[in-house]
């Protein structure tokens, strides 16, 4: 027994410090630790930013509409006939110089009734000469017999001629003055009736200009209803037409964005003093228009409750350049801004503004939240008057890298901020 536990103590004093050794081995790399080192501190966070100054902007707002012509016109028959001409310009598309004859109706029946007046005028001057003539006769037997009545009335009173002789004499006054009555008014009868004939011949030889239709200025055709061979009624359409001398675009902007606009004109100022442009995108460029304001519409869009401007744009085909500004045609859709004269103001991204807050850069390198008061947006620009002033740092980093409080490192955006001040005058957008 002593033997054995001897065995067991010298067995126990080997094997006891090898497993020791073993695991401190397998567990060396969980059970070290690095040395305690001093704390480190995050660099500050970089983020852009503009320094807030005041830039020159031109208040403006857009709005959108479809070209219309500024004169439309339609050509209706006044006279029946059949179409015995037509130009050749007439055609849809075709543009018209003013004066040019599109077509005309035959003018026979018409050439034909102006001939019977005059033959009927011709006759009534016969019928007056004749009466003239009669009329001199029958006044000088009415001489004649007022004479022979005053000698009877002597006679008669001499006692030498009868009051049967008399009574004839009178009787035959009587019937001169008759014959000279019935032939005045026989040429007063005549002289209404040429009254008459001559409102007739007026009548005809109008309806005779309407046989022939014009174009009254320089306009291009848009519909044909009449060829060459038709019999046309009265009041039929024969052909509509607009004019090319100006187009007009009758814009809707949204209530609210036309009185910051109409403000910066100062007192006295109104929509008819604002400067218009007009905008079509075009395959790599945006063609432009110099436009006129020329009135607003009477009431607010119901649907969209916005208010019309109706723009206008002169000599459109005068201005078309190949490749560069197309002609203006009908139901085009365009742009038009209106824009008041250059103010100076401070201008920012409408993007750094959310909601009315934004952050700034403070005097101790962090980000500070303002609440931000803007007069009104134009475009991509937000017009700043409260919250934040000139000098300070605006932060234009995503929303999403900039924290509140933190500390950051300002880095000023000379590109954005030079394209802010293009985009204030009116620039378009780059590319």
Known sequence: MTIWLAGLSRVLAVAVPLALGALSIAYSDQLAQ???GKERQRPPTPVRVITLEPVMLTPRTVGYGQIQPAREWRAVARVEGEVVETSDLLAGGEIAPGGTVLLRIDDADIKLTLAQIDAQMRALEVKNET???SLDLVEKDLELSRNDVTRQED???RGVASAAALDQARRQELAARGKVAEINNQLALNAAERDVLVAQRASAARSLDFTTITAPYDLRITSVAAEQGQVVNRGQALLTAEGIDAVEVAAQFPLGRMGPVVRALGPGGTVMDLK???????PGHVA???AQVMRVAEAIDARTQSTGIVVRIDDPLGQAAAGQRPPLRRNTFVSVELSAPPRDVLAAPLDAVRDGRAL???????LEPRAVETAYSVGSIAVITGGVGAGEQLVVTDPAVAVPGMAVKPMEDKALKAEIARLALGAEPAK
Do not use: C, I, Q, T
Not at 276 to 282: D, E, F, G, T, Y
Not at 360 to 366: D, I, L, P
């Open 276 to 282: 218009a442009k007009v905008r079509l995108p075009a």
């Open 360 to 366: 700034v850069v403070n005097a101790e390198g962090k």
């Open 34 to 36: 690095p040395p305690a």
């Open 288 to 290: 432009s228009w110099d």
């Open 131 to 133: 009466l003239a003539v």
């Open 155 to 157: 006679l008669a009173e």
